[in-house]
């Protein structure tokens, strides 16, 4: 099994900056592509940025130039910086990873339990 755990949400203001950071732990062989997703009230789940493990990033257009994901292989960790929060940001942001296991010799896909980000204006 593998666990997915985030942190660094809050509440700031517009125009303020926050981390997330997503360390996995468990039965981890070796990661693939980490992502970010986040979901506001009434709102489906959306793809923030994803990661590869050899560093290519992807962001929706929402968010480009604003944010950065990156990740420490050796911790097995990704991360978000954003900056120049708008109030439309606030979601709950959630860790998802490809996950190739040390136990099963499976691929497998995990989420965190997700992480409260609010945005004032």
């Known amino acids: 099994q593998v666990q997915l755990v985030e942190s660094g949400g809050g509440l700031v203001q517009a125009g303020e900056s926050l981390g997330l950071s997503c360390a996995a732990s468990?039965?981890?062989?070796?990661?693939?592509?980490m992502r970010w997703y986040r979901q506001a009230p009434g709102n489906e789940r959306e793809l923030v940025a994803d990661?590869?493990?050899?560093?290519?990033?992807n962001y929706a257009d929402s968010v480009k130039g604003r944010f950065t994901v990156s990740r420490d292989n050796a911790k097995n960790t990704v991360y978000l910086q954003m900056n120049s929060l708008k109030p439309e940001d606030t979601a709950v942001y959630f860790c998802?990873?490809?996950?190739?296991?040390?136990?099963?010799?499976?691929?497998?896909?995990?989420w965190g339990q997700g992480t409260q980000v609010t945005v004032s204006s």
């Open positions: 998802n990873a490809d996950v190739f296991e040390r136990t099963t010799w499976y691929w497998s896909n995990y």
């Open positions: 468990g039965s981890i062989r070796s990661i693939n592509v």
């Open positions: 990661i590869t493990s050899g560093g290519t990033t």
